[in-house]
């Protein structure tokens, strides 16, 4: 996957994330209980960890080119061991 497309990903789980606070946020407006509460801090939480993988991804574009760029050489010479990254791959939900 390259970084282009995992930029990609992460927006738009950012965005399913900020779709599903808001729509706690609502609940919570409708109906002020411990039950709606929790449930709107569950997704500002979530909403922040994709938030922090975007701003990850940023503030290190140039590590995930490097990387990129020794995995598709290693690929293109039939290497078979996984190449030294240094930064952690990320999993990828497919």
């Known amino acids: 996957m ?4 995992l930029m990609v990903e992460r ?3 950012a ?3 900020l779709d599903k ?3 706690a946020k609502e609940a919570l407006k ?19 960890q994709h ?8 503030e290190h574009e ?8 020794a995995d598709a050489l290693g690929h293109m010479l039939n290497r078979e061991t996984e ?3 240094r930064i952690p791959r990320y999993e990828v939900k497919k």
């Open 51 to 58: 938030l922090r993988l975007m701003k990850q991804i940023l």
């Open 83 to 85: 190449s030294y990254h």
């Open 2 to 5: 390259t970084d282009w497309d």
């Open 62 to 69: 140039a590590d995930y080119s490097m990387d990129e760029i």
């Open 15 to 17: 965005m399913q994330a």
């Open 30 to 48: 409708k109906q002020t209980n411990g039950e709606t509460m929790t449930k709107f801090q569950a997704e500002i939480k979530e909403l922040e």
């Open 21 to 23: 606070a808001h729509q």
């Open 11 to 13: 927006i738009q789980n």
